[in-house]
């Protein structure tokens, strides 16, 4: 049972480049979210799915798309990076409403 | 617009001590408050879950209390040690969207 996973662990950018983030869960969870984390700040939720099939957006979407490619798979895209989407970003699953549990995340820096 | 704020940024504590983390909120419509730990470099662990309807929660050396009308919450933790040096964060699920919201976390240090 490896939880939340996360792929890559680190990742460098030149601006303008695009890259997929990809996260799965083997808990069976029905709701799947990503995050961003800035240093001296907390976690800013980018979008989530409640459910396979569906995605809504968070406090900070623009620059972003997801996928919720089936019940155990949530990706986050950045099509075009900027040095501001420089950041760790996180991925979490929960059952509904209840406990979130968190993947270890990816380190990504834009140049 | 939740606003969530956890003072101070940062506590250090010798060892044994008994402390209080505090969080507090501006929209009391909360579904959930939860606590969540944060190692260096790692991502986040989950401490207590407090439903809107609940005032407290303890695991082991942990107790979280909620207070929905005054907006806030406190994590307690007694007889601190070493081990339980990282960042606590609190995050609050709104009642009637997904949209969670975190606080920036204190920054823990128990001393031997």
């Known amino acids: 049972n490896a939880g939340v996973t996360q792929t890559p662990k680190f990742q460098v950018l030149k601006t303008g480049q695009s890259m997929t983030l990809q996260c799965a869960q083997d808990?069976?969870?029905?709701?799947m979210y990503w995050y961003r984390q800035d240093p001296g700040m907390g976690l800013r939720l980018i979008y989530y799915?409640?459910?396979?099939?569906?995605?809504d957006k968070g406090e900070v979407p623009n620059g972003y798309n997801v996928s919720r490619l089936n019940k155990r798979e949530f990706s986050l895209r950045l099509e075009s990076a900027a040095p501001s989407q420089t950041s760790v970003y996180f991925c979490?699953?929960?059952?509904?409403?209840?406990?979130?549990?968190f993947g270890p995340g990816t380190r990504l820096t834009v140049l | 617009k939740q606003e969530v704020t956890q003072i101070p940024a940062a506590l250090s504590v010798p060892e044994g001590e008994n402390l209080v983390l505090n969080c507090s909120f501006t929209?009391?419509?909360?579904?959930?408050l939860q606590w969540f730990r944060q190692d260096p470099g790692k991502g986040l662990t989950s401490l207590l879950l407090?439903?809107?309807?609940?005032r407290e929660q303890t695991s082991g050396r942990l107790n979280a209390s909620l207070d929905k009308s005054s907006g806030r919450s406190t994590l307690y933790i007694a007889a601190s040690q070493p081990g339980d040096s990282a960042t606590y964060l609190c995050?609050?699920?709104?009642?009637?969207?997904?949209?969670?919201?975190f606080g920036a976390g204190t920054r823990l240090t128990v001393k031997p």
């Open positions: 979490a699953s929960s059952e509904g409403r209840s406990t979130q549990y």
């Open positions: 808990m069976n969870h029905n709701s």
């Open positions: 799915s409640a459910s396979e099939g569906t995605t």
């Open positions: 929209d009391s419509a909360i579904y959930n």
């Open positions: 407090i439903q809107s309807s609940q």
């Open positions: 995050a609050v699920r709104p009642y009637n969207n997904n949209d969670m919201r």
